[in-house]
């Protein structure tokens, strides 16, 4: 069988963030569609957001208004949400609400603290 796929949601500004935590999460053996490789086609990434097991939005001060929220509020209700926030943020109103893990002195390398869960609940459904 092969890992759970987790899509990962995000800032353009927030590349380096998103890929740090990406590393972290394939070095548990989970396997990652992120969106810091050059343009894939609209249809592909559709497809790969909706048949992934879960969606990580990272919530910075960068964090866009418009589709991405319209993206982390679909995973919300398809029960596949992970939000997590680094900086002095509030969560959009669509997001409002859920719970969120803080990545604030996470210096990369490991998996951050409170991220377990996330591995372990994508374990037990793969």
Known sequence: MSAPEVFLLFARQDRDLAARFADALVATGLSMTVDVEPFVEFL????????????????????????????????????????????????PPRLAGEPAISLDGWPGGGLPSGCEGLVERLRAGA
């Open 44 to 91: 592909e990434w559709e497809r790969r957001f909706r048949a992934s097991a879960a969606v990580v939005a990272i919530v910075t001060p960068s964090w866009p208004d418009g589709h991405v929220n319209a993206e982390a509020a679909e995973a919300r209700d398809a029960g596949k949400l992970f939000v997590l926030t680094c900086g002095r943020v509030q969560l």
